[in-house]
């Protein structure tokens, strides 16, 4: 009973009121240009928001603070890229402030060799509420 009314809790705090993050939907994200150390395009600096287009996609931009949470994370973006498969579906964690050894050994500790794991060092964060998030220019 405890679980179903904090899960009730968290709904209804998420649905009255606190700010949610990311893109609304059918909101366009920016390219960007991450170096991929792990997963399908590892060695590259291939942008997914080009690459991918409109195929269902996942990126979750973190700063690689927490081992824990950041190897459940890669877990379930792991199984989740595995069983939607058919529908082509590809996940990317975009690590803002880690160091390619310890991105590798994260891929060794969970064996998620499905899903990109990237730096991406370059993007310039906005923090006011009328602009997005861009890359920095070259």
């Known amino acids: ?3 179903l009314l904090l899960v009730f809790l968290l709904l209804s705090v998420g649905v009255w009121g606190l700010p949610l993050s990311g893109l609304e939907i059918g909101e366009k994200a920016t390219a960007h240009t991450p170096s991929h150390v792990t997963g399908p395009h590892a060695g590259s600096a291939i942008c997914p928001i080009c690459q991918y287009q409109s195929r269902p996609a996942c990126q979750v931009f973190i700063n690689g ?3 824990p949470v950041d190897k ?3 877990r379930m973006l792991s199984e989740a890229v595995t069983r939607q498969s058919k529908a082509e579906f590809v996940a990317f964690i975009l690590f803002m402030k880690d160091e ?3 991105l590798q050994a994260l891929n060794q500790a ?3 060799d499905n899903v990109g794991l990237c730096l991406l060092k370059d ?3 906005r923090l006011s509420p009328n602009t997005k998030s861009t890359p920095t220019p070259p």
């Open 1 to 3: 009973m405890k679980k």
């Open 72 to 74: 459940a994370l890669l």
């Open 123 to 125: 993007l310039k964060i």
């Open 100 to 102: 390619p050894p310890h």
């Open 110 to 112: 969970v064996h998620a």
């Open 65 to 67: 603070e927490n081992d």
